[in-house]
């Protein structure tokens, strides 16, 4: 038996300053019927000066300690929602007390979005920093305080559409109740919690996690997770056999090694390898992977294992979704792709001779685990196209991930790449992905900026019959358009139309589509299902970093902009 220690008893708030602990923590106040404590409010209250003032004026060391000092004050009181100053949380003396009775929650949004709420607040004059200058510091703070924010015991995603105010404190509340009813007297009293958040050491977490409130999925990123892949499940709780489905070019280059793996750990398994390529992705093929299940016996407590790129985590993940009702998934994404966004989300699906990705599911997988070694083996252009999703989403949502892939070109890019840079940059876009999908897991706002780059990507995609263009390389082209619509529009300048197309052309990626009519091109943007009440939306951006959806793109526009993309 452990020593008995008071049960959770209280809510903490913690994260970037401006990511919204306040309004998050009124509305569970008043939820809960507790007292709010903001440690700020409480030192401003004692020193008769704000944070800020207190920093010019007497220093940071000066101002941690009356932090520290409000923070032993505030843990006092119980029941209660505490929230924290954005640097509360580094003290590990902080971090231990707030720990004691308090349920920990970590609210994440990307600091462009921080920046953004900051300056739409009534008391933005007052901030010592805005624009561009408190963007960057806030990405510098992210860099320096997510390794302890993520000792948090719940990561709660606040990240939100702009525009769409007041949707997510609800969201977020409802998490953050949810989890203190079903999980809270656990996650406080788990042993050896104390001291691990005592510890001056940064958590050790996974590279990104996607979490919608009601699933949990881990996301494993590194070199050697293949071998690490026993363990994993173990971790995950998952027994049973594991029916791997993969397809003939992954098996042969890496086969071995998950087999040898499970061999190893004694874990019992079956193989499906399907041919390579999209056809495997069809209802005739599900078909056979179910006669197989049925034939072996699989069972609910089984495991499906998706180990290719994102056609096999797609189908693989489609039979998951509806064998039985469902059956534990998780993703061994195998290309850059996939590691960066197939794997990532939940969206399942096959195709139908009408049309890609008709029939399909939302599914968790339990875990993605990406074996950065396994890219060794890619052919150049399909490693290469994978970065188009990345440089998406360095555009949409990571200025200083752009700044990464603009300086390290040569090293990502040569014919074997800095494995460590590789899992670097590779983390952090699937984290941003993450961050979208746990903020909006069913698509039902947010999400669509991850579609920067893909009404025109599509509509490429569909004219060429899939023929001339992979998936990444028309959404090269397809970014480019929204960048010179975007341009056009006055919501960028030339400098970031021309960043665009200097850090696609570095990837090796297509700045023009080619081997396409501009007409059919027109034609199956006009059927795209992104198409509501006849008008085209488009996911745009007014800055680097920054994505809006736009509904009022002058058709005009979109036609000269896309025949000045298409090269005769
Ligand atoms: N579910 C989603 O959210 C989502 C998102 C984006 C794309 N997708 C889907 O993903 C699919 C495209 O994914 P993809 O580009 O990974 O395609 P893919 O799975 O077809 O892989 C591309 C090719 O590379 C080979 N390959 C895979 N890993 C390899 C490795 N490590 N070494 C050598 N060869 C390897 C494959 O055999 C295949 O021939 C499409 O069907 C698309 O619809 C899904
Ligand atoms: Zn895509």
Redesign the pocket.
């Known amino acids: 038996m452990t020593p008995s220690r008071p049960a959770a008893q209280q809510i903490v708030l913690v994260g970037l300053s401006g990511v919204g602990k306040s309004t998050v923590g009124r509305a569970l106040a008043e939820r809960l019927g507790w007292p709010l404590i903001d440690t700020d409010d409480a030192v401003t209250r004692r020193e008769g000066k704000t944070p800020a003032q207190l920093i010019t004026e007497r220093g940071e060391t000066a101002f941690r300690q009356l932090e520290e000092r409000a923070v032993a004050e505030a843990v006092r009181t119980a029941p209660a929602v505490i929230a924290t100053g954005g640097g509360a949380f580094m003290s590990a003396r902080s971090r231990r007390a707030l720990g004691e009775r308090g349920l920990i929650c970590y609210l994440d949004a990307t600091p462009g979005e921080i920046a953004r709420r900051v300056q739409g607040a009534p008391d933005a004059q007052e901030r010592p920093l805005l624009g561009r200058e408190l963007q960057s510091r806030l990405y510098e703070l992210d860099d320096e305080r997510r390794p302890f924010y993520n000792h948090a015991d719940l990561w709660v995603p606040v990240q939100e559409r702009a525009g769409a105010a007041g949707a997510v404190p609800e969201a977020a509340v409802a998490r953050i109740v949810r989890a203190w009813v079903t999980d809270g007297p656990r996650l406080v009293s788990q042993p050896s919690r104390l001291e691990r958040l005592g510890d001056a050491a940064p958590a050790r977490v996974p590279a990104a996690i996607v979490d919608t409130g009601e699933e949990r999925c881990p996301i494993w990123i590194g070199a050697g997770e293949l071998e690490r892949l026993p363990e994993r499940l173990r971790m995950l709780g998952l027994g049973g056999t594991v029916f791997l489905i993969s397809?003939s070019?992954?098996m042969e280059?890496?086969g071995q090694r998950v087999a040898r793996a499970l061999a190893a750990a004694g874990i019992a398994g079956a193989s499906y390898i399907v041919p390579?390529?999209?056809s495997s992705?069809s209802l005739r093929v599900a078909g056979e992977l179910y006669t197989w299940l049925a034939e072996r016996r699989a069972e609910r407590s089984d495991l499906v294992l998706a180990f290719?790129?994102?056609?096999?985590?797609?189908l693989a993940g489609y039979v998951a979704a509806s064998y039985l009702r469902g059956m534990p998934l998780v993703q061994l994404p195998?290309?850059v792709?996939?590691m960066n966004?197939?794997a990532i989300?939940g969206?399942?699906?096959v195709d139908l001779p009408a049309g890609?990705?008709l029939v399909g599911a939302f599914h968790q997988p339990r875990a993605v685990i990406a074996d950065i070694s396994?890219?060794r083996?890619?052919?150049r252009r399909?490693y290469l196209?994978g970065f188009a999703e990345v440089i998406k989403h360095a555009l949409i949502l990571d200025p200083p991930l752009l700044g990464e892939l603009e300086r390290h070109v040569a090293r990502l890019t040569a014919d074997d790449p800095d494995p460590e840079l590789l899992a670097c940059v590779t983390a952090r876009s699937a984290r941003l992905k993450a961050l979208i999908v746990s903020s909006d897991p069913y698509e039902h706002g947010l999400r669509a900026i991850l579609n920067y780059g893909h009404t025109v990507g599509h509509a490429l995609e569909t004219a060429g019959a899939y023929r001339h263009h992979l998936?990444g390389e028309a959404v090269a082209v397809g970014m480019m358009a929204a960048a010179r619509i975007a341009e056009r529009m006055g919501l960028i300048d030339e400098a970031l139309v021309q960043r665009h197309s200097e850090v696609l052309r570095a990837y090796g990626l297509p700045l023009a589509a080619s081997g396409v009519r501009p007409e059919a091109v027109l034609a199956a943007m006009r059927l795209d299902k992104k198409v509501q009440a006849g008008r085209q939306r488009f996911v745009l951006l007014d800055d680097a970093g920054r994505a809006t959806v736009r509904d009022d793109v002058p058709a005009a526009l979109v036609e000269d902009v896309v025949r000045g993309l298409i090269e005769p």
Do not use: C
């Open positions: 397809d070019t992954v280059a890496h390579p390529g999209e992705k290719g790129g994102g056609v096999v985590g797609d195998t290309t792709l996939a966004d197939a989300g969206k399942v699906a890609k990705n396994t890219l083996t890619l052919p399909a196209e998936h």
